[in-house]
């Protein structure tokens, strides 16, 4: 009875655990890439956003900042990402206000579908796009291409992915709570 009791109450706890970081949800303004990264980055907001105890930005309004601490993507499927540290906003009525505390935010990555690389199996055939296009560069002697991509793509030891994100995509970035 006394071990259902202290499980019960360790169950809880570890349930009423809050979230350790608030998510931003915006629109990218102009592209934003790993690849050629830029020193200032700038998002519409998709919905209300906290800040902090002081600051309090809206749906549309628009956030500028620092994009630092880019990491390359890397070996085991490691992705790239960088932080952003927000230097002003721009409200609805177009007027610039700067944000004086440094708060770091981290890019959340969002899991996107490999419609490319999906199969449909039906009894014993199976259809999928990448077996179509690797059989075409097998037959004009592109095997290594193949074989590296497959590498990359399917094994635990392939190359993570670069950011690129295009203009009106959505991004996510963590910020501390």
């Known amino acids: 009875m006394k071990k259902d009791i202290l499980l019960i109450i360790v169950l809880s706890l570890i349930v009423g655990i809050p979230a350790q970081a608030e998510v931003l949800k915006a629109k990218a303004i102009d592209e934003i890439s790993t690849t050629s990264p830029k020193e200032f980055i700038s998002v519409k907001l998709s919905r209300d956003f906290k ?11 628009i956030l500028t900042g620092k994009m ?4 390359e993507p890397g070996k085991w499927h490691h992705n790239a990402s960088f932080t952003f540290i927000p230097t002003s906003y721009t409200d609805l009525d177009g007027n610039s ?11 959340r990555q969002k899991m ?3 419609l490319k690389h999906s199969e449909i199996t039906v009894g014993p055939w199976m259809f999928s796009p990448a077996y179509i296009d690797d059989t075409k560069k ?4 592109e095997s290594k ?8 793509r ?11 994100i295009k203009p009106k995509e959505t991004i996510y ?4 709570d």
Not at 99 to 106: D, F, S, W
Not at 145 to 152: K, P, T
């Open 145 to 152: 291409e193949v074989f590296e991509g497959y590498c990359d």
């Open 112 to 114: 996107k579908p490999d």
């Open 154 to 164: 399917s094994t635990p030891w392939g190359k993570g992915t670069q950011i690129d």
């Open 68 to 71: 630092l601490d880019i990491t």
């Open 173 to 176: 970035f963590n910020f501390p």
């Open 138 to 141: 097998i037959i004009h002697g």
């Open 51 to 61: 800040l902090d105890n002081e600051i309090i930005l809206k749906k549309k309004y």
């Open 97 to 107: 206000h700067e944000i004086t505390k440094e708060i770091k935010a981290t890019y």
